[in-house]
T-cell receptor, first 111, second 116 residues
Framework: LAKTTQPISMDSYEGQEVNITCSHNNIATNDYITWYQQFPSQGPRFIIQGYKTKVTNEVASLFIPADRKSSTLSLPRVSLSDTAVYYCLVGDDNQGGKLIFGQGTELSVKP | DAGVIQSPRHEVTEMGQEVTLRCKPISGHNSLFWYRQTMMRGLELLIYFNNNVPIDDSGMPEDRFSAKMPNASFSTLKIQPSEPRDSAVYFC??????????????FGAGTRLSVL
């Protein structure tokens, strides 16, 4: 499974757009990119997944450049409730759905 | 659906005692995962099952840990004997594994284990 690198922490203010970039230089052809969110005292929760270009849902957008060696999770107009740890994961189906979580990015949103 | 259900939510025990954590996956899901989370080591995958069969237990720390999945709706993680360094939050997750699909894992609320 490809290793990912993301910032340990980020600070933001309410109403701002937050972009968290993840590096995955060794991503394989069949790998897809998935982001999870974890609030304190809760299990991780799926946010978004993509393979290439841009994916958008009601929560976030995911931007993936052509070389796929990085990806950026974009959270529009964050609120205090977006304070959480965000994990970037890379993997494919060959591992039976296995996921390896890195250290994640701890996002702190301030008023 | 009620989601992934774990019990107990909190467990406090003394060193040397046997601890059993329980998990009920989402109905219809065919994969189940056990994770452990600590401040020092983050979120670690311990073991996972596909169709009730253990696929990869390379994350199980040592022989004191064992996991079973007797049927599609129930799994246990047992620690015997428990040690203080086993103190952590243990998460269970399930997914519907289909080749080429999103394979999203849904996590339970976790069991916070304290071994004194």
């Amino acid at each position: 499974l490809a290793k990912t690198t993301q910032p340990i922490s980020m600070d933001s203010y309410e109403g701002q757009e937050v972009n968290i970039t993840c590096s995955h230089n060794n991503i394989a052809t069949n790998d897809y990119i998935t982001w999870y969110q974890q609030f304190p005292s809760q299990g991780p929760r799926f946010i978004i997944q993509g393979y290439k270009t841009k994916v958008t849902n009601e929560v976030a957008s995911l931007f993936i450049p052509a070389d796929r060696k990085s990806s950026t999770l974009s959270l529009p107009r964050v609120s205090l409730s977006d304070t959480a740890v965000y994990y970037c994961l890379v993997g494919d189906d060959n591992q039976g759905g296995k996921l390896i979580f890195g250290q994640g990015t701890e996002l702190s949103v301030k008023p | 659906d009620a989601g992934v259900i774990q019990s107990p939510r909190h467990e406090v025990t003394e060193m040397g005692q046997e601890v059993t954590l329980r998990c009920k996956p989402i109905s219809g899901h065919n994969s189940l995962f056990w994770y452990r989370q600590t401040m020092m080591r983050g979120l670690e995958l311990l073991i996972y099952f596909n169709n009730n069969v253990p696929i990869d237990d390379s994350g199980m720390p040592e022989d004191r840990f064992s996991a079973k999945m007797p049927n599609a709706s129930f799994s246990t993680l047992k620690i015997q004997p428990s040690e203080p360094r086993d103190s952590a939050v243990y998460f269970c997750a399930s997914s519907l594994f289909l080749s080429g699909a999103k394979n999203i894992q849904y996590f339970g609320a976790g069991t916070r284990l304290s071994v004194l």
